[in-house]
């Protein structure tokens, strides 16, 4: 079964601190992997992909990702933490149907509450 | 200018009441999403969406229809409402295709059943 794991409820880190939140995914095909944030009573935000080429990958906000293929993880970093990195953040994997075909559903992990604080 | 946009945000109503939640989306994309956000954050495909093909997810009760009058709107549709399907509902939308498969959401539709 295609799955995603994301092993800490929350994080808490310090302003001005590195901060990692971790996914692990499982899939049947070509990993096609997403990060979101949701804030607070807010939609989901696309923060950044991975389809192929450099397995790190820069994206919204200075958040950047780790793709490792040995170890089926895709860790979502920071350099410098920010209070309004404060969030929950979703890693999700694009669905491969049976037998392929045009739609690619995402499944999410359970979600990461980051909290920073000053 | 926004992307997706749902309505309406906000919606209570009584058990057994029908109701429909509208989503729209101005990218251009062919592939529209409807998602259950639970209270415990957990977020679940519901079904998936473009010109030509539905896919439905076997775990939706089919009291929940989507909708689609045209390729930008995908409204969802509920039959005899239950208190088990409060939640934050989310419209998405995508352009299926070589490097995208990004989804972009609506800001959610919290449905309360009382």
Redesign the interface.
């Known amino acids: 079964a295609q799955s995603v794991a994301q092993p800490e409820d929350q994080v808490n880190v310090a302003e001005g601190n590195p901060l990692t939140v971790k996914c692990t995914y499982s899939v049947s095909g070509n990993p096609?992997l997403?990060w979101?944030v949701?804030y607070p009573?807010?939609?989901?935000?696309?923060l950044l992909?991975y389809?192929t080429g450099d397995n790190l990958v820069k994206g919204s906000y200075g958040f950047e990702a780790e793709f490792n293929k040995s170890q089926t993880s895709f860790h979502l970093k920071k350099p410098s933490a920010l209070v309004s990195d404060s969030a929950?953040y979703?890693c999700a994997v694009?669905?491969w149907?049976m037998g392929g075909g045009?739609?690619?559903?995402?499944?999410?992990g359970?979600?990461t509450k980051l909290s920073v604080k000053p | 200018d926004t992307a997706v946009s749902q309505t309406p945000k906000y919606l209570v109503t009584q058990m057994g009441n029908d109701k429909s939640i509208k989503c729209e989306q101005n990218l251009g994309h062919d592939t529209m999403y409807w998602y259950k956000q639970d209270s415990k954050k957990f977020l679940k495909i519901m079904f998936s969406y473009n010109n030509k093909e539905l896919i439905i997810n076997e775990t939706v009760p089919n009291r929940f229809s989507p909708k689609s009058p045209d390729k930008a709107h995908l409204n969802l549709h509920i039959n005899s409402l239950e208190l088990g399907d409060s939640a934050v509902y989310f419209c998405a939308s995508s352009q299926q295709g070589v490097g995208s498969y990004e989804q972009y959401f609506g800001p959610g539709t919290r449905l309360t059943v009382t």
């Open positions: 096609y997403f979101y949701q009573n807010r939609g989901l935000q696309f992909k389809i929950l979703f694009r669905e149907a045009s739609q690619g559903n995402l499944i999410f359970k979600g």
